[in-house]
C-alpha cells in the first residue's frame, strides 16, 4: 500500500514540477455544474503585427486542464517575450453535448507575457451565461 502511495506521489510531483517551468497551461472550471470542464478544445493564438497566429490546438483532459506541453503546437515550442496571446475556449460545443445552451459560443482570453520564461496559468470559471479568468500559479 505504501509502495502506492509513494508512486502517486511521486507521479503528482513530477506532473507539478513539469509544469512550474516555463510554459503556458489552462484549466476550465465548470461552477454551473460543479465539476471540471473536460472536453473542451482550447486554440492558443500569439498576436503577430495585428494578427492573430494559431500556434496550439488541444482539449481539456477528464480534470479539466491542459498542461504546459499541449497548449502549444510543437512548432512553437516556447512563448516569447513582449508578446500578446490568447486562448480561446469553445465554449458552445462543451455545453452542447449536455443539451445546455450558453450566451457566450467562445471565450477568449487575451494577455501579455512579458518574460517567457516563467510559466503562466490562465484557468477559467465558467457557466452557460458567465464566466471569469484570473492569472493562476
Known amino acids: 500500500m505504501h509502495l502506492i502511495f509513494a508512486a502517486l506521489s511521486l ?82 460545443e462543451y455545453y452542447e453535448r449536455d443539451g445546455i445552451d450558453c450566451f457566450y459560443p467562445h471565450v477568449e482570453v487575451m494577455f501579455r507575457i512579458a518574460d517567457a520564461t516563467r510559466h503562466f496559468h490562465v484557468p477559467i470559471t465558467l457557466a452557460p451565461y458567465g464566466y471569469s479568468t484570473y492569472k493562476g500559479q
Open 11 to 92: 507521479f503528482a510531483n513530477t506532473v507539478m514540477a513539469a509544469d512550474s517551468a516555463s510554459g503556458l497551461s489552462t484549466h476550465v472550471l465548470d461552477i454551473s455544474q460543479g465539476k471540471p470542464g473536460a472536453g473542451c478544445n482550447v486554440e492558443t493564438f500569439r498576436l503577430d503585427d495585428k494578427e492573430w497566429t494559431l500556434v496550439g490546438r488541444s482539449k481539456t483532459d477528464e480534470n479539466g486542464r491542459i498542461a504546459s506541453a499541449l497548449v502549444l503546437d510543437a512548432e512553437e515550442v516556447q512563448l516569447k517575450n513582449d508578446t500578446t496571446y490568447k486562448l480561446r475556449f469553445d465554449t458552445a
